[in-house]
């Protein structure tokens, strides 16, 4: 097996400490995979939190709260779904989704109402007052999302690593 070795950035960071450990204790393996998903797993834990941090001013927004007035605003006009239509979109369970639900209608950033086709559904609609707060959130998270980018590569390079990632998630989900 080829050892991995780092490529062109950071001359080390902490996924290299790793992988240099194992190749001192296991030498016959090859570590790329865990540098890739290391790195990916890192980044998305980082990024989680400069997230959430962007949607803090708006209402104490947490990223789960966000999810559902997402979904619910990129469902288009009327903006609403069913609670299972929510849960399935968001891989939640539904207790976790009526607490969210709970939360974001005593806010007032959605309502529930009856579903007229289904006498024991509910339908849940954002009300103008969550589409204008999503709207404000989503723009803030791109910003911090997009200064990530824009701090460690090329407009192309960012493009070739959003297919890349395309590639790699479709063949792993």
Same mark, same amino acid.
């Given at each position: 097996?080829e ?7 950071p ?6 400490a ?14 790329? $995979? ?8 890192? /980044? ?21 709260e ?10 288009? #006009?009327?903006? *609403?779904?069913?609670?299972?239509e929510? @849960?399935?979109?968001?891989m939640?369970?539904?207790?976790g ?18 579903? $007229? ?9 954002l009300?103008d007052?969550?589409?204008t ?20 590569? *090329? $407009? #192309? #390079?960012? #493009? ?5 990632l395309?590639?790699? /998630?479709a063949? @792993?989900?």
């Amino acid at each position: 097996m080829e050892k991995h070795t780092p490529g062109p950035g950071p001359a080390h960071d902490a996924v290299d400490a790793i992988t240099d450990q194992w190749a001192a204790v296991r030498p016959d393996l090859d570590t790329l $995979p865990m540098a890739v998903f290391g790195r990916i797993y890192r /980044l998305a834990n980082a990024m989680r939190g400069k997230v959430d941090k962007a949607y803090a001013p708006y209402g104490g927004m947490s990223l789960g709260e966000f999810d559902v007035l997402a979904t619910l605003r990129r469902s288009g #006009e009327p903006y *609403t779904l069913s609670p299972r239509e929510l @849960t399935a979109t968001l891989m939640i369970t539904t207790g976790g989704m009526t607490g969210r639900l709970d939360k974001l209608e005593r806010a007032g950033l959605l309502t529930r109402s009856p579903d $007229p086709n289904d006498r024991r559904g509910l339908r849940v609609t954002l009300t103008d007052e969550g589409r204008t707060l999503v709207d404000q959130a989503v723009a803030a998270g791109l910003d911090r999302q997009r200064a990530a980018l824009e701090a460690a590569l *090329t $407009p #192309e #390079e960012a #493009e070739q690593l959003a297919g890349l990632l395309r590639r790699l /998630l479709a063949t @792993t989900a």
